[in-house]
């Protein structure tokens, strides 16, 4: 098998009609150095339910030959096993039941490998419900209840699909600057099923996919997107989350060494031995707006993201916290993350209080819809609209009884 030869950035997002709904093959930048090695393809993996497609009879009894391929760039090109190809990108599609290997990991699919800045970026072309086989649980521990599972797995759906470019390299990357994504090593059975269970399902906003934020703990109250961010989103709002409750970051505290929070205020612009460090704003939702450094050479103020960016600087875990003291300075908060958007802690409570994963999407992005990804020629994804996700007067404000 050869690489497809394709110049420059390409590729778009191909749709395909299948059983169920739309599939959509998501481009993921797993790897990025000045060489990859890329094997291709790997053995398949063996099918795994409805989410794997069986593999034919003639090739089920048979491996198939591995090619392991050094990738390099060289003049603006790229080069194989230190050959000049002449072009700057490379393409092997996906095909059914294929995998491949991209720096020493393994992923279902195809991959793009292509020039940038002198060095090679690997992409890894999937299938989006294979994609989110890797995904929630590398986001989620696979042992919790299966409505946060199915949760988790349509807003991982929903979080890639409103971010696909094909004007763009590539649509996601595998971080947790993103969603991580660590290849088929991670797949479990229970998330398999939490994937088919939802599939093609995303949570829809004035007929787009809506931006499905999620961090780890709220805290016991969701931050918006206005006071993270500064876009103020409608469905992203602060609002006490009563179902955040027991995780490991539900109550933290830390002691700052002094030299610590010198260092970190200097980066930040102040001048001169610290003398106090205050929260002189806080948001609706407890979270510091706007930070006031004293220090021998006059007095800073950080605000906005720069707030939140100083205690997270800091050690912080989150950001919505108490600050005391200042040798050491003494922080107290709850939570861990942004805040912004689903609480995965906050989900796990709804699930065991027997919620279903519509009532936490619904609790956590108030006012959306369950939307369907459709079959479309377009390059953009298209919804279906779906039903009013649960609203808050469906829920009570401590866990109960579903509705």
Not at 22 to 29: G, H, K, S
Not at 184 to 212: F, H
Not at 357 to 381: I, Q
Request: glycine letters at 14%; aromatic letters at 6%; proline letters at 8%.
């Amino acid at each position: 098998m050869r690489f497809l030869v394709r110049c420059g950035a390409v590729m778009g997002s191909l749709w395909l009609l299948s059983a169920g709904g739309a599939a959509l093959n998501v481009r993921v930048l797993v790897a990025s150095a000045p060489q990859l090695t890329v094997r291709l393809p790997v053995a398949p993996a063996a099918p795994a339910g409805p989410l794997s497609a069986p593999l034919p009879s003639t090739l089920a009894s048979a491996p198939l030959p591995t090619q392991t391929w050094t990738v390099g760039a060289a003049g603006g090109g790229l080069t194989l096993n230190g050959q000049p190809t002449g072009n700057a990108s490379l393409y092997l599609p996906p095909a059914p039941g294929q995998t491949v290997e991209i720096a020493g990991k393994t992923y279902r699919g195809g991959v793009q490998v292509r020039v940038q800045s002198g060095g090679v970026q690997g992409i890894n072309v999937v299938d989006v419900e294979d994609y989110l086989r890797a995904v929630v649980p590398a986001e989620m521990p696979a042992s919790w209840p299966p409505a946060a599972l199915a949760a988790q797995a349509v807003v991982a759906r929903t979080y890639v699909a409103a971010r696909l470019n094909p004007a763009a390299p590539y649509d996601t990357c595998a971080t947790e600057s993103c969603q991580v994504y660590p290849g088929l090593g991670t797949e479990k059975p229970q998330t398999d099923a939490a994937v088919n269970a939802t599939r093609a399902q995303v949570v829809a906003y004035g007929g787009r996919a809506a931006s499905t934020y999620f961090s780890s703990d709220s805290g016991g109250f969701t931050a918006s997107s206005a006071e993270v961010w500064g876009t103020d989103l409608p469905y992203l709002g602060a609002r006490t989350d009563p179902f955040s409750a027991g995780g490991p970051r539900a109550r933290w505290r830390l002691e700052v060494p002094l030299s610590r929070v010198q260092a970190v205020a200097e980066q930040y612009g102040a001048r001169g031995a610290l003398r106090g460090v205050t929260i002189s704003k806080l948001s609706a939702s407890g979270r510091p707006t706007e930070l006031t450094l004293t220090a021998a050479g006059g007095t800073l103020k950080l605000g906005g993201a720069k707030a939140g960016g100083f205690v997270r600087a800091l050690g912080a875990p989150g950001t919505r916290l108490t600050l005391g003291g200042l040798s050491p300075l003494v922080m107290e908060g709850s939570g861990a993350g942004h805040g912004v958007g689903l609480s995965q802690y906050g989900a796990l409570g709804m699930a065991r209080a027997g919620y279903t994963h519509l009532h936490v999407l619904g609790f956590y992005y108030p006012g959306t819809s369950l939307g369907t990804l459709t079959a479309s020629d377009r390059a953009a994804p298209a919804l279906a609209q779906g039903p009013a996700l649960p609203g808050l007067d469906l829920l009570a404000a401590t866990p109960g009884a579903p509705q």
